[in-house]
T-cell receptor, first 115, second 114 residues
Framework: NAGVTQTPKFRVLKTGQSMTLLCAQD?????MYWYRQDPGMGLRLIHY???????AKGEVPDGYNVSRLKKQNFLLGLESAAPSQTSVYFC??????????????FGAGSRLTVL | GENVEQHPSTLSVQEGDSAVIKCTYS??????FPWYKQELGKRPQLIID?????GEKKDQRIAVTLNKTAKHFSLHITETQPEDSAVYFC?????????????FGKGTHLIIQP
């Protein structure tokens, strides 16, 4: 049981390049999320998905696209990378307890630098 | 939408002393309040959570208190140890859990001084 796995762990891009971050979970969770973490800014939600084939925008979606073609995978794409997208990206998945609480399990993070 | 304020941004305490981190939230409908701990270079992990029908919850050296009237909740760590050094995030969630996950505070960097 690997939990939530993100690839790659590190990546350096030049401005204007594109790339895709892959998130995979083996816990059969319905919900998946992409957050970015910047110093002093906490965790900000980029996009999320409530199930296979569905995606929705979070707090900071501009410049990113996502896809959830399979329940276990959630992809984050940058079509034209900008220096402002230099950040640590965390994927998470969650299950809903009977009580209604939404418990997140995070991946190890992907550090992206855009030059 | 929900807005979560967290204070202080940095907290330094002597080993063995207590630490308190405070958060306020804006949406009175929020009913679930977790705390996540993130050690340096690691992923955030849930350490304790509380629902709005409970005023306090304890788990060994950590406890969380909730004041619904004032819309604030706090994390208390007693007898702090070096392994408590980390960034702590509070969060709030509206009824039904919110398919859009949680709204996080900006984090508190807790430093345990030997």
């Amino acid at each position: 049981n690997a939990g939530v796995t993100q690839t790659p762990k590190f990546r350096v891009l030049k401005t204007g390049q594109s790339m895709t971050l892959l998130c995979a979970q083996d816990m059969n969770h319905e919900y998946m999320y992409w957050y970015r973490q910047d110093p002093g800014m906490g965790l900000r939600l980029i996009h999320y998905s409530v199930g296979e084939g569905t995606t929705a925008k979070g707090e900071v979606p501009d410049g990113y696209n996502v896809s959830r073609l399979k329940k276990q995978n959630f992809l984050l794409g940058l079509e034209s990378a900008a220096p402002s997208q230099t950040s640590v990206y965390f994927c998470a998945s969650s299950y809903r307890r009977i009580s209604g609480a939404n418990v997140l399990t995070f991946g190890a993070g992907s550090r992206l630098t855009v030059l | 939408g929900e807005n979560v304020e967290q204070h202080p941004s940095t907290l330094s305490v002597q080993e063995g002393d207590s630490a308190v981190i405070k958060c306020t939230y804006s949406d009175s409908a929020s009913n679930y309040f977790p705390w996540y701990k993130q050690e340096l270079g690691k992923r955030p992990q849930l350490i304790i959570d509380i629902r709005s029908n409970v005023g306090e919850k304890k788990d060994q050296r950590i406890a969380v208190t909730l004041n619904k009237t004032a819309k604030h909740f706090s994390l208390h760590i007693t007898e702090t140890q070096p392994e408590d050094s980390a960034v702590y995030f509070c969060a709030a969630s509206t009824p039904g859990g919110g398919a859009d996950g949680l709204t996080f505070g900006k984090g508190t960097h807790l430093i345990i001084q030997p």
